[in-house]
């Protein structure tokens, strides 16, 4: 379907009803554990995290309970922006291994009932992928319009002001066509013109050649970038006050004081996204698209991206990880979202590659009054009973905490562009600690990593927590059982209580038989919660019921039935 914005959104909405229900939607309500492959095993002592050190640890992501994996990219790349700036989108980089690694990791993945996500890049590229090489070199060459070029104004400078979200403008010159490229990103992430046909038949050929190896679907990067205003408008300045977009890259990003009208989720780029769908699931209905979802509201817009059966299946976004200092402002932004999806869907991440660690930003004020522990649990309790599924940032089933690192460490361009503003994402992508009484870890056999394990992960490390029965690990993995015996989780409705009910989150999940009401207490202090419903037993919850309702201590959380 064509149309404006606001045309695009009313058509989602008024689809209306709750999603039809498939057996072959494998995806829907699954929870996803997110490998950052840089940082999760090395398996030959070079200090970067590999496909084969996935392959060691199977069993132990089999052990956690999950349903899948999403693995980080692993394609050829310069490595810039750390694999999400790609150079072939058809080869894997020696670093992480060989086609026969991967291969050999899907296999071993399905053989323990795990599906496997992978990351792809669909807006950019590495400025040294030859199309762009080939682009760059003339205006009339076979990749000339496979980019986004524009001339310069009269004055000789960019053709309008949008920025990049990493800082400075989001247009480079080239001499050698005496034009600007177009970059939301870094410099050497050149936009892709998926207006193109040709342009965008070649990525979707390169999306089915991993689909057709077995992976089981993609994450695909930054879809609200699909696609630009063909008239370059200029976006205007941001009234703040009239919209509740969320933003990253430190409280002073000069990206934040734009309204992203003609940068950012352009109506073409459902045309786009039905492309995608069409020749990627035609003949394969069980494939998933799961799209990234930022720098717009995306609580409000996901349903126009995943609503009926012709978009993404699903997207998941950051406004829990950005909106959840204040729990008042959470449990409004959960009640959105819940109002909202209709026939969409949306999966729930409190922290991922690109954000702080969860309990250190999400919980901070346990964390400072030595409850870390606890502060992990009350999170990764209501990440998995929201409605839609989740994804789970590799070390967070640890409930590890942000680390700070020194300036010297930081490699993240994002962060070393607007450093001291905003330090980057380096802290939560240091190396995964399996073992405390190692230097690195167990991450690697090698004399260093490519980042530094901080010294306060290791006492978290999966060797101290594996046999601990009352660790986040232990937990985690509890959960995990809790909820597939409870297998309305997966699809059934959300009700979210209104904010009167704060510093206690509390959503109601209804199913077939009845429903469950999920109890989540964001203060230090005990809290009272009035419920007729009976106490269900959950593991690692030291709630109480009286005649009146619920007793939560502090950071506690409980099950009740409602009916």
Avoid at 38 to 45: E, L
Avoid at 437 to 466: C, M, N, Y
Avoid at 514 to 532: D, K, M, Q, V
Wanted: net charge negative; hydrophobic share 40%.
């Amino acid at each position: 379907m064509t149309g404006g914005r606001d045309i695009l959104l009313a058509d989602a909405i008024l689809r209306g009803g709750q999603p039809t229900f498939d057996a072959r939607d494998w995806w829907r309500g699954a929870v996803f554990y997110q490998i950052y492959l840089r940082s999760f095993r090395d398996s030959n002592g070079d200090g970067i995290g590999d496909l084969r050190g996935v392959i060691e640890k199977l069993d132990y992501i089999q052990g956690l309970g999950v349903d899948g994996i999403w693995l980080a990219p692993f394609y050829l790349s310069p490595q810039k922006d750390f694999g999400y700036d790609v150079s072939d989108l058809r080869a894997i980089d020696p670093r992480f291994g060989t086609i026969e690694d991967l291969l050999e990791l899907i296999e071993g993945a399905h053989d323990r009932g795990l599906r496997v996500l992978a990351d792809f890049i669909p807006c950019h590229t590495s400025d040294e992928h030859k199309w762009f090489r080939d682009s760059r070199a003339s205006q009339d060459n076979d990749h000339a319009d496979w980019y986004v070029w524009a001339d310069a104004s009269a004055d000789g400078t960019p053709p309008n002001n949008w920025l990049s979200s990493f800082g400075g403008p989001a247009w480079t010159w080239e001499p050698r066509r005496s034009q600007y490229y177009y970059h939301p990103f870094l410099t050497c992430q050149p936009a892709l013109n998926l207006r193109n046909e040709d342009t965008l038949q070649a990525v979707i050929d390169a999306m089915a050649y991993w689909r057709d190896l077995g992976i089981d679907g993609f994450r695909l990067d930054a879809v609200q970038c699909l696609c630009w205003d063909e008239a370059l408008r200029s976006n205007p300045a941001r009234v703040t006050q009239t919209d509740d977009v969320a933003l990253g890259g430190g409280p002073n990003n000069p990206f934040a004081r734009q309204e992203h009208l003609f940068d950012r989720d352009l109506p073409f780029g459902m045309s786009i996204i039905e492309r995608f769908r069409k020749e990627l699931t035609d003949g394969h209905p069980e494939f998933a698209l799961i799209g990234e979802l930022a720098d717009v509201d995306t609580s409000r817009l996901a349903v126009k991206y995943t609503g009926g059966q012709d978009r993404l299946h699903a997207v998941y976004d950051f406004d829990l990880i950005h909106k959840g200092k204040s729990i008042r402002r959470w449990v409004e932004t959960l009640r959105v979202r819940s109002r909202f999806i209709n026939s969409g869907w949306l999966l729930n991440v409190m922290t991922n590659h690109d954000s702080e660690r969860a309990v250190s930003n999400l919980t901070k004020f346990a964390e400072d009054a030595g409850q870390r522990d606890a502060g992990a649990k009350l999170l990764l309790f209501l990440q998995a009973t929201l409605r839609g599924g989740a994804i789970v940032f590799q070390g967070e089933e640890l409930g590890l905490p942000q680390p700070k690192l020194d300036f010297e460490d930081l490699q993240d361009p994002w962060g070393l562009n607007l450093y001291p503003d905003f330090a980057g994402r380096d802290g939560v992508r240091t190396p995964f600690p399996w073992r405390h009484d190692l230097k690195r870890g167990g991450f690697t056999d090698g004399k260093s990593s490519w980042l530094p394990i901080p010294r306060e992960h290791l006492p978290l490390a999966v060797d101290k927590q594996e046999h601990d029965e009352n660790s986040v690990l232990s937990f985690f993995r509890a959960l995990m059982a809790w909820r597939k015996e409870h297998a309305f989780l997966r699809w059934g409705g959300e009700v979210v209580c209104d904010a009167d009910t704060v510093p206690i989150i509390a959503i109601e999940r209804r199913g077939d038989n009845g429903a469950i009401t999920f109890l989540a207490n964001f203060s230090l202090e005990e809290r009272f919660y009035p419920c007729p419903g009976k106490l269900i037993p959950f593991p690692h919850s030291t709630a109480r019921q009286d005649a009146k309702g619920i007793h939560l201590p502090g950071l506690s959380f409980a099950a009740t039935s409602t009916g």
